[in-house]
Structures are given as structure tokens and as C-alpha cells.
């Protein structure tokens, strides 16, 4: 029922584009898994508060304490958002990469890590420093929970290991068993990062309920735009770990030594990892965004969303040409991320088309998961080709795909123009 709940208010909806046919259209953005139309309600709140914004934790004047108070009951407000433990942390970050990243230097010593070849490079890549084993791609959420649990038990037992699996992938936009890979990789004594890029926007994500150890998300997906990202998790790793950059904030104490050095007592909270002036503005949004997104209700969000996902896949059927990718199989759950080759069409002109002639913005290339996609597509999943090839003539295999993603500001119209177009 679509009356569930009307989409949620967001900026950018009233921009029109002229057309390559004559005349105009109000731009339709489809492409909210790589950055989502930040709410009004973020707006709103960022504009309120824009104004009186002073440094944080350092000055005693009062937009100094205004500022810090904000940053700080940002910090809590995503804590209630991801159901944080009480000893857990939440370091604020520039994105989900940066997130990612801050992990992977934090790493015990010989610490074994654990990725699927389907994740999106910002999960495949921080590790390659580690003793990484790249997991080949299931066919099923339970083979995911299979080829984990083969491989943890073949690890050195004694020393640390982590897991790294994102719930929602930003190509099929299919569920991936989280709770099941948290407690496999416990049941073996490791660890679990949960990358929440896609499903924290589309999702209620709690960090105890689903029992992982760490989850990273970005502001700019989740309808709060200005670089902000988020790791929230346990503190141990991180409170041990070198500060991911050296400065102030992060340093409780700095003096010389008598043999002229410098000594540096850093601070074992989040600030261990937050040095130099933060994006307080930036925080402030993710936190006004978790709030909207909090009162609106997940369950009317996702009922809503859901309806949206059943009419793409619907329409797209109809659409005798058109081949949706698929890891999980048709009756896999999805957030409203769906990707699709058109037979007989190069990807990226199809994308150019729907912009061009429809005002329908979308993404097409291989979306920074180029072992996924190829997989997907039936080719060489360690081809080393360019991510975004064009496809050589129409008939040929396509070597890159096209995504439509839409939530919680999606209008019906812009379904229904996207599904006129294609067809
Ligand atoms: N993980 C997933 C699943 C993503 O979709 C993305 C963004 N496309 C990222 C990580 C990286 O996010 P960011 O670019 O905000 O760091």
C-alpha cells in the first residue's frame, strides 16, 4: 500500500532540466545509493544552527560550548541510531571509506581478515595490508554463511581475526545474512565489521541486536550531505591502536623529553582518532538525519520502500530486453538498489538516455564492486579491464551495468517516469 507512508520531504526535488526532445522536466534523482538528497528536516536543523557555529572542545565562549554540545549529543544520537553497547565508541570520520580505512590501521598485530569478493572496494581494499583471504562469491545468504564458516575454521585459532561484510550491497541491493555471519565469525573467536553503507539508509541497523563488533556508514547516503561518516564499535582495538592522524584532540598530554624528543599521551576515547578541527556541521546533519529518519518510522519507511522495489522489479520484467542482476536469486530481500544490463544497449549510453531524454539521473559503470559486477555479468571476475568500459556493439556482452536506487524521498513519478522510459 503506497499510502503507507508519502515520501519523506528532501532538497533538490523542484530542479529542472531541459530535455534533448524540447522543453522541460523536474529532474528525477534515482541514483540515492551513491548520495541521497539530504532531508529538509536536515536542512532545516544544519541552517538553525549554521549561523552560531565556534570551534569545538577547545574555547570558552559560548559558540564554542554551543558547538561542543552539539558535536557531542551528535555522538550520542548516533549511538541510540546503531543501538550502541555502553562501552562501545562512535568515531566520526569523513565517510564509510575513511571509516573502513581507521579500522584497518587499527588492526592488532597479525591479525587475519576476512572479506567477500563481492563487497564494494571500500571493503575489499583497506585490508591489503593484513593477511587478507578474499572469499569467493556465495550464490545463496546460507553458501555466505558456508564459505565463512570453512574458512575461519581453517584460520590460525590463536591469533585475532576479523570479518568484514556489508549488509547491503550497492549493486543488487540484496540483504546479506548479517546476524548469521556475526555469529559464525564469534563462534570462531573473530571479529566482525558490518559495512552499513546501503542498508543503514533503508534499514534499522542495531549494533547488539545484530551483534557485530563495528559498523561504518556515510552521512551523504543517508540524506545528511558534508563529509561525514561514521565507526561506531568496540573501543579496545581502537583505544590500543596508533591515532589515525596525529594532532590535536586526539593528545591529552605533549611535552619534550630531556633528550629533546617528544612525548604524547593520547587520549583513549573517540577523540584518539578525531585529531584537528571536526566537521562539526557535518555531524550535526548525520545526527538530524537519524533523528528524522528515527520519527518517521523505519517500519512505514521500509514499507513504502518496499512497495517501490516490487514496482521496479515488476515493470522491469515486463521488459523482455532487460536482465536484472542478481546474486541471491529473485525471491532474495532487497532495499531499493536494483541493477540491470538492457540487451542490445551499451549501459552507459542507456544511462545517457535516460538523463538525456527523460531527466532520469542514474548510475551506470561497474560501482566500485568490479569483481561483483563482472561476476554478475558472466565475465572474468580478475579481468583487469577499465571500470565503465563501453560495451564494443549492441549484442555483445555488456561489460558494465546500470543502477536505479531510490528511498525515503522518492516519489511515485519518478517510478513510473524511470519504468515508462525504460520500456
Ligand atoms: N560501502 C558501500 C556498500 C557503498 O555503497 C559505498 C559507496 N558507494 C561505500 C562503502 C563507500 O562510501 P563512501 O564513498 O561514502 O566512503
Redesign the pocket.
Known amino acids: 500500500d503506497p499510502s503507507v507512508c508519502a515520501p519523506l520531504p528532501v532538497l533538490g526535488q523542484d530542479v529542472t532540466v531541459p530535455l534533448v526532445t524540447g522543453g522541460e522536466v523536474v529532474y528525477a534523482a534515482l541514483d540515492y545509493?551513491?548520495s541521497a538528497p539530504a532531508l529538509q528536516r536536515v536542512w532545516d536543523d544544519v541552517a538553525a544552527y549554521a549561523p552560531y557555529y565556534g570551534s569545538v572542545h577547545r574555547g570558552a565562549g559560548y559558540l564554542s560550548q554551543l558547538s561542543t554540545d552539539l558535536f557531542e549529543n551528535s555522538r550520542r544520537t548516533v549511538a541510540e541510531f546503531l543501538g550502541c553497547r555502553a562501552e562501545d565508541q562512535v568515531v566520526f570520520t569523513?565517510?564509510?571509506?575513511?571509516?573502513?580505512n581507521l579500522l584497518a590501521a587499527a588492526l592488532p598485530a597479525d591479525c587475519q581478515v576476512f572479506v567477500y569478493e563481492t563487497?564494494?572496494h571500500?571493503?575489499l581494499l583497506p585490508w591489503r595490508d593484513a593477511r587478507v583471504t578474499y572469499l569467493d562469491a556465495p550464490r545463496t545468504p546460507a553458501q555466505a554463511v558456508e564459505t565463512l564458516e570453512r574458512a575461519l575454521a581453517d584460520r590460525d585459532p590463536y591469533g585475532p581475526a576479523l570479518v568484514c561484510v556489508?549488509g547491503?550491497?550497492?549493486v543488487t541491493g540484496e540483504l546479506w545474512p548479517v546476524k548469521e555471519l556475526a555469529a559464525a565469525a564469534h563462534a570462531h573467536g573473530a571479529r566482525i565489521v558490518l559495512?552499513a553503507?546501503?542498508l543503514a539508509p533503508h534499514h534499522p541497523v542495531d549494533i547488539a541486536e545484530l551483534d557485530v563488533d563495528w559498523v561504518?556508514f556515510?552521512g551523504?547516503?543517508l540524506y545528511a550531505p558534508f563529509g561525514s561518516?561514521v565507526l561506531a564499535g568496540r573501543a579496545d582495538w581502537l583505544r590500543e591502536a596508533e591515532p589515525y592522524l596525529a594532532g590535536g584532540g586526539a593528545s591529552r598530554k605533549v611535552s619534550r623529553r630531556a633528550d629533546g624528543g617528544v612525548d604524547v599521551d593520547w587520549h583513549t576515547t573517540a577523540a584518539r582518532h578525531e585529531a584537528g578541527s571536526p566537521n562539526v556541521i557535518g555531524v550535526y546533519s548525520i545526527a538530524s538525519a537519524c533523528k528524522a529518519l528515527t520519527e518517521a518510522g523505519f517500519d512505514n519507511l521500509v514499507a513504502r520502500e518496499q512497495e517501490l522495489v516490487s514496482r521496479v522489479r515488476e515493470g522491469l520484467a515486463e521488459v523482455p530486453e532487460v536482465q536484472v542482476l542478481s546474486l541471491f536469486g529473485d525471491d532474495a530481500p532487497r532495499v531499493g538498489v536494483i541493477s540491470f544490463v538492457v540487451r542490445g544497449w551499451n549501459s552507459s549510453h542507456f544511462a545517457a538516455a535516460l538523463s538525456a531524454e527523460y531527466g532520469i539521473g542514474v548510475r551506470d559503470g561497474l560501482?566500485?564492486a568490479h569483481p561483483l559486477v563482472r561476476t554478475l555479468l558472466g565475465s572474468d571476475p580478475q579481468d583487469p579491464g577499465e571500470c565503465g568500459a563501453p560495451e564494443a556493439e549492441p549484442g555483445e556482452r555488456s561489460l558494465n551495468a546500470i543502477r536505479v536506487s531510490f528511498g525515503a524521498g522518492t516519489p511515485d513519478e519518478h517510478i513510473d517516469r524511470f519504468l515508462r522510459a525504460v520500456s
Open positions: 545509493a551513491a569523513r565517510s564509510t571509506t575513511d571509516s573502513l563487497e564494494h571500500a571493503s556489508t547491503a550491497s550497492n559495512d553503507a546501503q561504518a556515510s551523504h547516503k561518516g560501482f566500485c
